[in-house]
């Protein structure tokens, strides 16, 4: 299978049916889960159980690291398109980021192994990123660019990448990553979508700039910080728990609702507009934003972050109820800086 040319592979891919992919794949993993259920307790058991408070005092300091390479040379990587590929994503983070961003990107890209793996996609992956190994296995090129961004936001050294470290902020990191392969790259990726939009409505609060130079430095450990501006460690901690849980969970559910991710979820969106409140009350002490003006931008704010959501293919509820909509409740979010969900 490892001889099989790529064209082949694409031609194939390109071929099927996604919808149908998608429920031939959804059925199999239910029925795996059906069979699994008595033994392992795949289930609301294991949901259930599965769930832990990460410790942040694990999380240390991002590194220090010297640049290796100061040009970038792609020997042979895999097929020409693959190549061509590689070159693209380079041209376009050495165009739209600055030079103190590119460290990992120069030190990784250079030392990158790559290989076509079609076993992956049995594990229900079309791309891994290996970060102590520095090695990207693909089933398809159509995850490449994402697996990319995993490379250049690592240190490899230290086994942290973008805003996972230590096993913490899995959710953080496959969010972030597809927010910026969607910004940069235009894909059309399914994966991750609620990481994706919680993270894109954190950026909001923290700063594009800020959130991309924390990411390809690998700081999850600044991010923290920048987010206890607006937020107590405790809600930080929950934050990144519950995205964890998400990203590492909501797929047990099998396209079905669950109160044990449904939960975790509107704690996510709650944390959100708990944190963008307090941004905006210290923009109106700090006389950058007059107070006649926080109604409507907390509540454009909430309609970013309240709108129908999917988890794990199930879809939720609009967050978007009357209650949360009473101008009284939005008085209420501006003078306590608090707001949990009806």
Known sequence: MHGVPESIWEQLLSRMDLSLLKTIVQELAFNVAIFYAPIKGVG???????????DLTHVYMSPTINRKY??????????????KSIQE??????????????????????ELVL???????????????NVRKNRILLFTSSALKHELFHMASSI?????????????????DEGYTEVLTKRYFNTKSIAYVFEREAMKN??????????????LNA?????????????????ITKFISNLDYICQHAEFTLGVKSKYIEGPAREVQDFLINAYTSKVKQQVERNELKETDTNKQILDYISLVGENYKVGGAKYPSLMTDSLLNRNNLNSLENTGEFKMA
């Not at 609301?44 to 990460?54: E, N, P």
């Not at 290989?115 to 990123?129: D, T």
């Not at 700081?219 to 809600?235: A, F």
Request: with cysteine; net charge neutral.
């Open 70 to 83: 100061t040009n970038i040379e792609i020997e042979e990587m895999g097929s020409k398109k693959i190549k």
């Open 156 to 172: 490899p050294t230290w086994d942290i990448g973008g805003f996972q470290n230590n096993d913490i902020g899995i959710g953080l």
């Open 219 to 235: 700081d999850l450990k600044g991010l923290i910080q920048e987010m206890q501006k607006y937020s107590t460690l405790e809600e």
């Open 115 to 129: 290989h076509r793996n079609p076993l992956i996609f049995f594990k229900f992956c079309l791309g891994c990123y």
């Open 44 to 54: 609301a058991y294991r949901l259930r159980k599965d769930y832990k408070v990460k």
């Open 202 to 215: 954190l950026e909001i609060i923290i700063g594009k700039e800020k959130m991309e130079s924390l990411y």
């Open 89 to 110: 994503f380079s041209k376009v983070l050495i165009e739209n980021f600055p030079e103190d961003s590119l460290t990992n990107l120069y030190n990784n890209i250079n």
